[in-house]
């Protein structure tokens, strides 16, 4: 499986961005997907999930309310809206699986949110 995310850019703090991710196979259908992020200097951490029905999510609290998982069944797609982007939110986002054995992890997609 490949993995291909895009959408990052940089922002000014108080923007928004649209991530999306790409898999070259339907996977979303049957795995609980996430968008993860990676700061400078930090692990990487997951933000947001979203179940194979796509009927439940979750998010991490540093991102709730800000950050909204999304899912297209029709193109799919899995995507991360990001409103009121702050510093602190810059990294390199991945989407993969959300738990359990990974795929292997795409390139990951830049945001930078300056202040």
């Known amino acids: 499986v490949q993995l291909v995310e895009s959408g990052g850019g940089l922002v000014q703090a108080g923007g928004s961005l649209r991530l999306s991710c790409a898999a070259s196979?339907?996977?979303?259908?049957?795995?609980?997907m996430g968008w993860f992020r990676q700061a400078p200097g930090h692990q990487r951490e997951l933000v947001a999930a979203?179940?194979?029905?796509?009927?439940?999510?979750n998010y991490a609290d540093s991102v709730k309310g800000r950050f909204t998982i999304s899912r297209d069944k029709t193109k799919n797609m899995i995507y991360l809206q990001m409103s009121s982007l702050n510093p602190e939110d810059t990294g390199l986002y991945y989407c993969?699986?959300?738990?359990?054995?990974?795929?292997?992890w795409g390139q990951g997609t830049q945001v930078a949110v300056s202040s």
């Open positions: 196979l339907s996977i979303f259908s049957i795995n609980t």
């Open positions: 979203i179940t194979s029905g796509g009927g439940n999510t």
């Open positions: 993969n699986k959300a738990y359990g054995d990974r795929y292997n």
